[in-house]
């Protein structure tokens, strides 16, 4: 569970029960690990419903604590160089490429826009074998490639989910400031 994920840890029970927390359950459905345990707690809960019993908050609590340690770990992204610093331009173009590393990955992703709208494009490493973006979720291509299009550059986070960690990618607005 990344920093960010810790402080929604004692809300997941309450969205898990049906309560409505809008920037709880943003962050829930972006987060995989997030989203996977508040799934396995409307499971619970949804057992001791049928049962006729509702599970005491003190039998969610341990639930929670008890996934935890399931959870994979996680690595922000960080910016080690963009197009506008080798170019020299600091206004926005139409396409700019972003180079970032998180745990000794080095990953290169482009920003084009078009119609309106901006596409992200990268290639990650095969590991990874899932994208999920605020617009949903989608698997790399055979090559680890992928694409998604978004309304403006502060939509363009998105994390890479392998079968042993979750690499966040902030929005480019957030690696590159003055975007």
């Given at each position: 569970?990344?920093?960010?994920?810790?402080?929604?840890?004692?809300?997941?029970?309450?969205?898990?029960e049906g309560k409505t927390l809008p920037h709880a359950q943003a962050?829930?459905?972006?987060?995989?690990?997030?989203?996977r345990i508040v799934f396995e707690l409307r499971s619970i809960i949804?057992?001791?419903?049928?049962?006729?019993?509702?599970?005491?908050?003190?039998?969610?609590?341990?639930?929670?604590?008890?996934?935890?340690?399931?959870a994979k770990p996680s690595f922000v992204a960080k910016l080690l160089?963009?197009?506008?610093?080798?170019?020299?331009?600091?206004?926005?173009?139409?396409?700019?490429?972003?180079?970032?590393?998180?745990?000794?990955?080095?990953?290169?992703?482009?920003?084009?826009?078009?119609?309106?709208?901006?596409?992200?494009?990268?290639?990650?490493?095969?590991?990874?074998?899932?994208?999920?973006?605020?617009?949903?979720?989608?698997?790399?291509?055979?090559?680890?490639?992928?694409?998604?299009?978004?309304?403006?550059?502060?939509?363009?986070?998105?994390?890479?989910?392998?079968?042993?960690?979750?690499?966040?990618?902030?929005?480019?607005?957030?690696?590159?400031?003055?975007?």
């Amino acid at each position: 569970m990344s920093n960010q994920c810790s402080e929604y840890a004692e809300v997941l029970a309450d969205l898990a029960e049906g309560k409505t927390l809008p920037h709880a359950q943003a962050h829930v459905e972006r987060c995989l690990d997030c989203n996977r345990i508040v799934f396995e707690l409307r499971s619970i809960i949804e057992v001791a419903r049928a049962s006729g019993v509702v599970a005491p908050a003190d039998v969610v609590n341990r639930a929670i604590a008890i996934m935890k340690p399931l959870a994979k770990p996680s690595f922000v992204a960080k910016l080690l160089r963009s197009s506008f610093a080798t170019g020299g331009a600091r206004n926005l173009s139409r396409d700019f490429q972003l180079q970032v590393e998180a745990d000794g990955v080095p990953m290169r992703f482009s920003y084009n826009q078009s119609g309106g709208q901006w596409s992200v494009l990268g290639r990650v490493p095969l590991e990874f074998d899932l994208v999920m973006h605020h617009k949903g979720e989608q698997w790399p291509d055979e090559n680890g490639g992928f694409q998604f299009r978004v309304l403006n550059l502060n939509e363009t986070a998105f994390d890479l989910v392998s079968s042993d960690r979750v690499i966040h990618v902030p929005a480019a607005t957030d690696l590159s400031p003055g975007l």
